[in-house]
C-alpha cells in the first residue's frame, strides 16, 4: 500500500502504520481527549464525559494488549496477529502523550532513550517525527537532553549548509524541500518547554520556567494584545530569577516546581517559605506552585536547595 492509504506517523516508520499500532492509538487516545476540551468549551458536557471515557478506554487498552511489562517498553503493535517489536515511535508517542503508567515511567523513557539513534547521519526517526520526541522529553523535564538532541541533530543540518527548516534530516533534503513547516519543533519546544510560555487564553498565558538546559533564556511569545516577554535565569545556588513582563490586558500564571524549602520572593516581596503561601491567591498544586499574576513587569528570585525543574530528577546545590 502506498503511505496515502496507510496512518502517516513519520516519514521512517511505516512499521508503525498498520494494525493496531501504539502511536496510532495514542494520537487516537489524545484525539478523544481534545474534543472532550472542545465540547466542554461548547456546553456539550455529556457529550465531553463520554470522549474522555473512551479516551480512557483507548488508554486501558494500549496498555494492556500493546505494553510488554517483562520488557517495560511499547510494542510497535500487533500486524496480522504478529507482535511487532518496539520502536522508538512506540515509545515516544504514549510518552508525549501521557499514556505511560508512574510506575512504568523511568523505564520506558529509558527505553526511548536506548531505542533512538544519536546519529543524525543514520537517524531512526524522521524531522516530523521529532515533534513527539521532544514532546515525550519535555512533559517530563529531561530538557537538557532534548536540547543536546536539538544540537546534536539540527547542527548537524547547519553545519551541511541548511539555512531554514527542512524536510528531512538527509543532509541534501533542503536542495529540494526549503521551508517545511514540520521540520520546526525546536522552536515551539524551546518557547514552551524551556522558555516556558504557553498562550491559554485570548487574554491569558502562563509562564512555566524549565531552570535547566541552559544557564539563561530570553524570549518572547506574541499575543494579541501585545508581547508576553521573558526572561529566566538559572543559578547552580542558590537563587533562580525569573522575570515577566505582560501586556497589562492581560492576566497569568507563573508556576515555580516546589521544593521543600523553597522561599519565593515576587517584586521584592515574601509570598511563599517552606510550604507555606504567605499572600492569598498562591496554591501548590500536585509539586508546583501556582503564582497569579497580572499584566505589568513582575521580578520572581526563588530560593531553592536544588539545581533544576524535573518532577523526576531533582538536583542537589551544594
Known amino acids: 500500500d502506498i503511505w496515502a492509504n496507510t496512518v502517516y506517523i513519520d516519514p521512517l516508520a511505516q512499521i508503525a502504520r498498520k494494525g493496531q499500532s501504539t502511536p496510532t492509538n495514542a494520537i487516537y487516545y489524545e484525539t478523544f481527549l481534545q474534543a472532550a ?3 466542554d468549551q461548547l456546553g456539550y458536557h455529556s457529550q465531553a464525559a463520554e470522549w474522555r471515557d473512551r479516551a480512557e478506554g483507548v488508554k486501558d487498552q494500549i496498555n494492556t494488549l500493546l505494553f510488554l511489562s517483562d520488557q517495560q517498553r511499547y510494542l510497535t503493535g500487533i500486524y496480522q496477529s504478529q507482535e511487532v517489536s518496539p520502536t522508538i515511535y512506540a515509545q515516544a508517542w504514549p510518552l508525549a502523550y501521557g499514556i505511560v503508567e508512574p510506575d512504568s515511567l523511568v523505564s520506558v523513557i529509558q527505553a526511548f532513550q536506548e531505542l533512538l539513534n544519536p546519529d543524525p547521519e543514520s537517524t531512526n526517526i ?6 513527539w520526541v521532544l514532546e515525550g522529553y519535555g512533559k517530563y523535564g529531561y530538557f537538557s537532553d532534548a536540547i543536546e538532541l536539538i544540537e546534536n541533530y539540527y547542527g548537524w543540518l547547519l553545519d551541511n549548509g541548511a539555512t531554514t527548516w527542512c524536510e528531512g534530516f538527509d543532509k541534501n533534503s533542503y536542495a529540494g524541500a526549503r521551508s517545511h513547516g514540520w521540520g520546526s519543533s525546536p522552536p515551539w519546544f524551546l518557547t514552551t518547554h524551556v522558555l516556558g510560555a504557553r498562550q491559554t487564553g485570548p487574554e491569558s498565558w502562563q509562564v512555566s520556567p524549565s531552570f535547566d538546559g541552559v544557564d539563561s533564556v530570553r524570549g518572547a511569545l506574541p499575543l494579541p494584545d501585545g508581547v508576553l516577554n521573558i526572561y529566566w ?17 492581560t492576566s497569568g ?3 515555580i516546581p516546589d521544593s521543600f524549602d523553597d522561599t519565593i520572593l515576587l517584586n521584592g516581596e515574601f509570598i511563599w517559605h517552606a510550604g507555606v503561601a ?30 533544576g525543574s524535573s518532577n523526576y530528577r531533582k538536583y542537589s546545590c551544594s
Do not use: R
Open 126 to 131: 524522521g524531522i516530523y517525527g521529532l515533534y
Open 37 to 39: 476540551l472542545i465540547a
Open 233 to 249: 535565569e538559572n543559578n547552580i545556588c542558590p537563587t533562580n530569577y525569573l522575570d515577566i513582563e505582560a501586556p497589562m490586558t
Open 278 to 307: 504567605l499572600i492569598e491567591g498562591i496554591e501548590a498544586i500536585e509539586g508546583n506552585i501556582y503564582i497569579p499574576l497580572g499584566g505589568g513587569t513582575h521580578q520572581i528570585s526563588i530560593v531553592n536547595s536544588y539545581n
Open 253 to 255: 500564571l507563573a508556576i
